[in-house]
């Protein structure tokens, strides 16, 4: 396969799978936050969610297959804006026009983010060292999910979800990378085992975030922080590289998706103030 082929097909995949991914996101907010149907119906909608999520995560792993770590995730990104329609539609919210410039800035940002890729790679980090690396991140994470307080918000279990699911992401890269890695050597593989911790404390956290918020805000953290540190790492680790001459155009897409995300959030968290505040009802 031609690389520009194979960069269409890495896209194509990216975009598929942000697709299911936005969907998934939907479902899992409605079984999440219903609360006065029986307790089978919600655990079948959210099953029916992470459904949907591990399609989207097959379609991610192909899309690995052909992109770096970072443009995967800038496009996967995208569930943002998926996300924010579906949700007006489910639960029967406005979108103020400050709601779809925030969006906006966010998929465009990630979309330059995106367009910064290339086939080409520099120095991979030795085996061990790799491992060693995500470990330590699983660990961590592991910490941080159960030490995490109930009253905590939605914000930081995001950022915790998107953490992991970078960290998946970064694991799979790593195993695709892996020489003679086939299905039948896969259970001997200590990163196989990594992506199923990383991706279990990215479902976790991710469910009890939307418990707390409507789905736009838990969606848009996790997807920008899932984009940064697991972009940086597969560059130091894995040799994902920025095409020559892209990093300020990726840096005007960076500071774009973090000022969408920042809009985002202060929006949903001034509505829900006035939603509970007295002189609201």
Same mark, same amino acid.
């Given at each position: 396969?031609?690389?520009?082929?194979? &960069?269409?097909?890495?896209?194509?995949?990216?975009?598929?799978?942000? /697709?299911?991914?936005?969907?998934?996101?939907?479902?899992?907010?409605?079984?999440?936050?219903?609360? =006065?149907?029986?307790?089978?119906?919600?655990?079948?909608?959210?099953?029916?969610?992470?459904?949907?999520?591990?399609?989207?995560?097959?379609? @991610?792993?192909?899309?690995?297959?052909?992109?770096?770590?970072?443009?995967?995730?800038?496009?996967?990104? !995208?569930?943002?804006?998926?996300?924010?329609?579906?949700?007006?539609? /489910?639960?029967?919210?406005?979108?103020?026009?400050?709601?779809? *410039?925030? *969006?906006?800035?966010?998929?465009?940002?990630?979309?330059?983010?995106?367009?910064?890729?290339?086939?080409?790679?520099? %120095?991979?980090?030795?085996? %061990?060292?790799?491992?060693?690396?995500?470990?330590?991140?699983?660990?961590?994470?592991?910490?941080? /999910?159960?030490?995490?307080?109930?009253?905590? =918000?939605?914000?930081?279990?995001?950022?915790?979800?998107?953490?992991?699911?970078? =960290?998946?992401?970064?694991?799979?890269?790593?195993?695709?990378? @892996?020489?003679? &890695?086939?299905?039948?050597?896969?259970?001997?593989?200590?990163?196989?085992?990594?992506?199923?911790?990383? !991706?279990?404390?990215?479902?976790?956290?991710?469910? @009890?975030?939307?418990?707390? @918020?409507? %789905?736009?805000? #838990?969606?848009?953290?996790? !997807?920008?922080?899932?984009? *940064?540190? #697991?972009?940086?790492?597969?560059?130091?680790?894995?040799?994902?590289?920025?095409? #020559?001459?892209?990093?300020?155009?990726?840096?005007?897409?960076?500071?774009?998706?973090?000022?969408?995300?920042?809009?985002?959030?202060?929006?949903?968290? !001034?509505?829900?103030?006035?939603?509970?505040?007295?002189?609201?009802?």
């Amino acid at each position: 396969m031609s690389p520009q082929l194979g &960069i269409a097909v890495g896209f194509g995949a990216a975009g598929v799978a942000a /697709a299911l991914d936005g969907i998934a996101t939907l479902l899992e907010s409605r079984a999440a936050r219903t609360t =006065g149907r029986p307790a089978r119906r919600r655990v079948l909608r959210y099953g029916v969610g992470l459904t949907v999520d591990f399609l989207g995560w097959a379609m @991610t792993v192909v899309a690995l297959r052909f992109l770096p770590v970072f443009a995967v995730q800038a496009v996967l990104g !995208t569930q943002i804006a998926i996300a924010a329609v579906l949700a007006r539609r /489910a639960f029967h919210t406005s979108v103020q026009a400050r709601d779809l *410039v925030a *969006v906006g800035c966010v998929a465009g940002g990630l979309g330059l983010i995106a367009a910064g890729a290339t086939t080409r790679t520099g %120095p991979v980090a030795p085996e %061990p060292v790799v491992l060693g690396v995500l470990a330590v991140l699983a660990v961590g994470l592991g910490v941080a /999910a159960l030490t995490a307080r109930t009253r905590e =918000g939605a914000v930081p279990r995001a950022i915790v979800a998107g953490l992991s699911y970078g =960290g998946s992401r970064v694991a799979v890269r790593a195993l695709l990378q @892996t020489p003679g &890695i086939t299905l039948v050597v896969l259970w001997r593989q200590p990163l196989a085992y990594l992506v199923l911790v990383f !991706t279990a404390l990215g479902i976790a956290m991710y469910a @009890t975030s939307l418990r707390r @918020t409507t %789905p736009s805000v #838990p969606s848009a953290v996790t !997807t920008l922080t899932g984009v *940064v540190f #697991p972009g940086a790492l597969a560059m130091l680790l894995l040799g994902d590289r920025i095409r #020559p001459g892209w990093w300020w155009l990726s840096g005007l897409g960076l500071v774009l998706a973090v000022a969408g995300v920042a809009a985002v959030v202060h929006h949903q968290n !001034t509505t829900g103030s006035r939603a509970e505040s007295p002189t609201a009802r």
